[in-house]
Nanobody
């Protein structure tokens, strides 16, 4: 079992920054990959970024490359998503998820992930 708790969401102006955190407990944290997804109003949940067990490999959806950075601190059982240059279209509920079947972080579909947090709202205003 893995429990995930997101934090760090909030209201920010366009062009601003936020850092989301995902605190994990349960299974040994360093033995699985973690991803961030988001769900915008009326849309399907979509992949944002993922990171391998060691942090050595990271993956991003094209729309956030160069603006978002995913990282992890295995000593703190936490994954972060640093979001810079935020745009109105980044407004969504952001979820972190654990892929306990893979360590690579290469999975980008919601069905690849086994455990999910409750989500944190990010709202970008003009």
């Amino acid at each position: 079992q893995v429990q995930l708790v997101e934090s760090g969401g909030g209201l920010v102006q366009a062009g601003g920054s936020l850092r989301l955190s995902c605190a994990a407990s349960g299974r040994t944290f360093s033995r699985y990959a973690v991803g961030w997804f988001r769900q915008r109003p009326g849309k399907e949940r979509e992949f944002v970024a993922a990171i391998s067990w060691s942090g050595g490999s990271t993956y991003y959806v094209d729309s956030v490359k160069g603006r978002f950075t995913i990282s992890r601190d295995n000593a703190k059982n936490t994954v972060y998503l640093r979001m810079n240059s935020l745009k109105l279209e980044d407004t969504a509920v952001y979820y972190c998820a654990a892929d306990i079947s893979r360590i690579s972080g290469s999975a980008n579909q919601p069905y690849d992930y086994d455990y999910w947090g409750q989500g944190t709202q990010v709202t970008v205003s003009s």
